[in-house]
Nanobody
Framework: QVLLVESGGGLVQAGGSLRLSCAAS????????MGWFRRAPWKTREFVAN????????SYAASVKGRFTISRDNAKNTVFLQMDSLEPEDTAIYYC???????????????WGQGTQVTVSS
């Protein structure tokens, strides 16, 4: 069983930065892709970014590309999401997820963290 625990959320003013962390435990290997998703109030869960643990290849949603950076520390089984130039529209609960193989749809990720709240004030 893969367990994921997020941390690093909080309240920040527009234009500020936050760094989210996701610590993974269990049978994680280099074939796994770990992703970040978010769910804003009154909206469905949406893809933010993901990274393949084996070669660090990444993908981003268009809305965050150039502002957010996903990275990993394989030795610690931890994935990070550096969020810069935050906007009020980035306010959401952010979730870490893990799956073998490729995908940006929430449905292909069987493992999820509990979520961490990010609030960006204007």
């Amino acid at each position: 069983q893969v367990l994921l625990v997020e941390s690093g959320g909080g309240l920040v003013q527009a234009g500020g930065s936050l760094r989210l962390s996701c610590a993974a435990s269990g049978p994680i290997n280099s074939n796994y892709r770990m992703g970040w998703f978010r769910r804003a109030p009154w909206k469905t869960r949406e893809f933010v970014a993901n990274i393949l643990l084996g070669d660090s290849s990444t993908s981003y949603a268009a809305s965050v590309k150039g502002r957010f950076t996903i990275s990993r520390d394989n030795a610690k089984n931890t994935v990070f999401l550096q969020m810069d130039s935050l906007e009020p529209e980035d306010t959401a609960i952010y979730y870490c997820a893990a799956a073998e193989g490729w995908g940006t749809l929430p449905s292909v990720y069987p493992y999820w963290g509990q979520g961490t709240q990010v609030t960006v004030s204007s």
